[in-house]
């Protein structure tokens, strides 16, 4: 059975390389296709509301097959 700890450290593991992966490829795409004079706050919002739902799947998959494998074992 896996432990509560190392639930935790996978979850927030992948909760972290997902993060910076979200933030640094955003900003490479914003500045590659997205006109300087375009650049807003605007696009910024969307950007940081994309990752607040990629982040709100991301851990239901995550925490739902760390407790299924919980459970299973």
Request: contains cysteine; charged residues 20%; positive net charge.
């Amino acid at each position: 059975m896996l432990s509560s700890r190392k639930i935790t450290t996978r979850f927030v593991l992948v909760y972290v390389v997902a993060g910076f992966a979200w933030i640094f490829i955003g900003d490479w795409f914003v500045q590659r296709y997205i006109d300087p004079d375009r650049r807003s706050s605007a696009v910024e919002r969307l950007k940081g509301c994309t990752f607040i739902a990629f982040t709100g799947i991301l851990m239901h998959v995550v925490l739902r097959h760390l407790l299924r494998a919980r459970k299973a074992a």
